[in-house]
């Protein structure tokens, strides 16, 4: 099945994600991480496009649809779940497109909801494993050994260029005007659900696995 996670950037989609693919071997397609990993590696697309994330702009639609059709080209997992993506009308009409074609189609788009007041402080605090990418929170959701990735055991952290005060502001912005409007799309196919996404972590897991048994993914 495939799966949308939908929500402003620091609503902890990818924390969520990260937690059903420990548990439940799901797999997890971050498009943002996607892009970053093109920009660590230095390929053409991370070149062109470094600019564009660290200004906080969104990637044109073109390179995404792109990216999302190698994912379906790699390997098959039973439950995929997408995070950041699609993040336009455009995105989430192609994506249909290019689910058909590998006779899948968007079975659940849960929807993260939480107030700006949290998002800022979220993401203000996010901290990344600069060896698998994991995610942390120098708060709210430290590693279980301080400084050292519960997954990797990596020691090296950072925080993310985009997630500074004028990229962020943008990033807000082009959620509101640009991807917000994606939800309706999926509303209108009566796939969403909506989950209280500014509790704390452990109360998010338990309603987002109660989403999913509702639907019997997971019991
Ligand atoms: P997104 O993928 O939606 O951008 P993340 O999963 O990266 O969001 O979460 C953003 C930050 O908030 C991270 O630092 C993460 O550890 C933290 N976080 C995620 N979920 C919660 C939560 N329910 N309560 C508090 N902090 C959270
Ligand atoms: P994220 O990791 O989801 O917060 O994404 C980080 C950045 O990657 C975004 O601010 C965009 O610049 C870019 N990005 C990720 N996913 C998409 C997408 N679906 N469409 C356009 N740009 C994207």
């Keep these: 099945m495939v799966f949308v996670f939908f929500g402003p950037p620091g609503s902890g989609k990818g924390t969520q994600a990260q937690y059903l693919v420990k548990k439940y071997g799901f797999r997890h397609i971050s498009t943002g991480q996607l892009l970053r ?18 200004a906080g702009e969104l990637v044109s639609d073109g390179v995404m649809l792109e990216l999302v059709k190698n994912v379906f080209r790699d390997k098959n997992s039973e439950h995929v779940i ?30 993260f909801e939480v107030s700006f007041d949290h998002l800022l402080e979220r993401v203000k605090g996010r901290l990344t494993c ?60 009566g796939i969403v659900v909506s989950i209280d996404a500014s509790l704390a972590v452990e109360t998010v897991k338990k309603n987002v696995e109660e989403a999913l048994a509702d639907l019997g993914i997971v019991s």
Aim: charged share 30%; net charge negative.
């Design 130 to 189: 600069k060896t698998c990418g994991h995610v942390y929170h120098e708060v709210n959701n430290p590693p279980k050994n301080v400084g050292v990735c519960d997954f990797c055991h990596g020691v090296s952290f950072e925080k993310r260029n985009d997630d500074e005060d004028s990229a962020l502001k943008r990033r807000f912005e082009l959620y509101k005007t640009e991807t917000q409007t994606v939800k309706d799309f999926y509303s209108d196919r």
């Design 82 to 111: 997408f995070d950041g993506f699609p993040r336009t009308v455009h995105q989430a009409i192609a994506f249909e497109g290019i689910l058909s074609v590998n006779n899948l189609r968007v079975d659940l788009v849960i929807n």
């Design 37 to 54: 990993q093109e920009i660590q590696n230095k390929t053409a697309l991370g070149l062109d496009i470094k600019s564009h994330i660290e």
